[in-house]
């Protein structure tokens, strides 16, 4: 079993889980530093999961009974495109690959299933040092962030169109260290991420749910700290424009002059549609930066005071 807790500011960090219907377990692995790697079983009753919450996902979400159809392919373009754009040290390493192993507790043995690997995001994620430290010792840790990461997240989730990048997929260290999780699952499909304004993420973290559907309008007097995270606070002079990583620049420049058949040859994307996101997404960002770019986005979700700029009020 997993020990789902870290320690930061001399405060106990109890992980969650996430709306997840798999057991998370961790076992030995030769593919990261550590020799320990996370790994997530779906359809296995556990002392995480119980039986009665195994049959809801398999009756709602039957292609759970593994990782999705896809996802061990999305996985593999992800780390090969994130080694070639100079990004992979951002995100946590991920594969899908077959587990033998004994679930703790019930001593089911497992035969060549298949499951999804990840190595250890150090530290606690931002929605649990939110709800456990205190405003100051918030502030205190995001000071101590380097702003060169932040500001290469933002253009990780803008580049491969992150739809789901909230505080629970993003962990942070009492040193300032930022990891990015889970980005497989909404990989090149919507916009959503807390690093970039005018997402319905960063939105809420602004107004709240009442203020971004009006259920309960303005003004605010205090907000989620998670908008510290905002990349326009991290860049000189709030603005990115068309100044990008050389790496990341050379990238943007060989994905936009492929055909997307090219792109799927080269990188096997599950979905065409994957393939023609990074085209679209990285030919915007060289045609008109940065910031216009992430307006041409599909966003994940609307709202009824979405601004029509795409940037937070």
């Known amino acids: 079993r997993i020990n789902l807790t870290s320690v930061v500011f001399g405060k106990v960090m109890k992980m969650m889980t996430g709306n997840t219907g798999a ?3 961790s076992t030995p692995s030769k593919n990261v530093p550590m020799g320990v790697a996370v790994v997530k079983v779906h359809g296995v009753v556990s002392d995480m999961v119980s039986e ?3 049959h809801l996902m398999m009756k709602h979400y039957p292609n759970k009974r593994h990782y999705k159809e896809g ?3 999305m996985m593999a373009a992800l780390m090969m495109i994130s080694d070639e754009c100079g990004l992979s040290h951002v995100n946590i390493r991920e594969w899908a690959g077959p587990l033998r192993s004994v679930i703790p507790g019930s001593g089911e043995r497992i035969e060549e299933k298949e499951a999804i690997f990840a190595e250890y995001a150090p530290g606690a994620s931002l929605e649990i040092l939110n709800l456990k430290l205190s405003p100051s010792e918030i502030v205190e840790l995001i000071e101590r962030v380097d702003h060169k990461i932040i500001h290469q997240a933002a253009l990780f989730d803008l580049l491969f169109v992150q739809g ?6 993003v962990f942070l260290t009492e040193d300032g260290k930022l990891k990015l999780i889970d980005t497989r699952d909404t990989t090149l499909s919507v916009l959503d991420s807390l690093f970039l304004p005018g997402t319905f993420i960063l939105q809420r973290n ?7 559907f009006e259920r309960k309008p303005g003004p605010f007097k205090s907000h989620w700290p998670q908008l510290m995270f905002d990349y326009r606070c991290h860049v000189p002079g709030g603005y990115i424009g068309k100044r990008y990583p050389k790496q990341v620049q050379q990238c943007m420049e060989k994905f936009s002059s492929m055909t997307v058949d090219q792109l799927m040859q080269t990188y096997k994307f599950p979905m065409r549609q994957n393939a023609v996101r990074l085209k679209d997404s990285s030919t915007d960002m060289l045609a008109v ?3 216009e770019a992430i307006k041409k986005r599909p966003f994940r979700i609307s709202y009824r005071n ?3 700029d795409g940037y937070a009020p």
Do not use: T
């Open 206 to 212: 602004l107004l709240g749910n009442d203020g971004v």
């Open 71 to 73: 996802e061990k392919e």
């Open 164 to 169: 789901d990048r909230h505080g629970e997929n």
């Open 23 to 25: 057991s998370i377990y």
């Open 289 to 291: 930066g940065f910031e």
């Open 306 to 308: 979405q601004p029509q």
């Open 52 to 54: 009665s919450r195994v």
